[in-house]
């Protein structure tokens, strides 16, 4: 198990650059939390480790943000809290996203979780106070 504190706001970028290098390979990530935890806002940190430079938000209605790079290199962004069906999830094309051998972000991951693959990297966002936040992976 991996633990990764961030502390505040001003420790984000460093905390998410230790996560891209503990993560290795892994390309599906899911983050698992309470509402409020900081999900969208350490996949924000994540993406400007990668270089991405578009707006990061959180998908909660359109279930799937594409970003870019400078290099043209596609990241996936879900956010799967207001589905009610599995089928939703797969009437995206999700296991297109999933094969694409891109980084692909998942909130919420818990509405499809049998949808995961295998290689799914699974990771806790625990609220310890106000700033403080741990990685679980």
């Known amino acids: ?24 390979e892994s390309r599906i990530i899911a983050f698992y939390g309470q509402m409020g935890a900081g999900k969208t806002t350490f996949i924000t940190a994540l993406c400007r480790q990668l270089g991405v430079r578009d707006i990061v938000n959180s998908p909660t209605f359109t279930i799937v943000n594409e970003y870019a790079d400078s290099k043209g290199k596609r ?39 049998e949808l995961l693959p295998e290689e799914t990297l699974k990771v806790n966002i625990l609220v310890d106070d106000a700033d403080t936040r741990r990685l679980l992976f």
């Open 75 to 113: 990241f996936y962004h879900f956010d799967f809290y207001r589905i009610n069906r599995l089928s939703e999830a797969m009437d995206i094309g999700l296991y297109e996203y999933f094969d694409s051998s891109e980084y692909c972000f998942i909130e919420w991951p818990e509405m499809i979780e």
């Open 1 to 24: 198990m991996i633990e990764i504190i961030i502390n505040g706001t001003g420790d984000l970028q460093r905390a998410a650059r230790v996560f891209l290098e503990k993560a290795g």
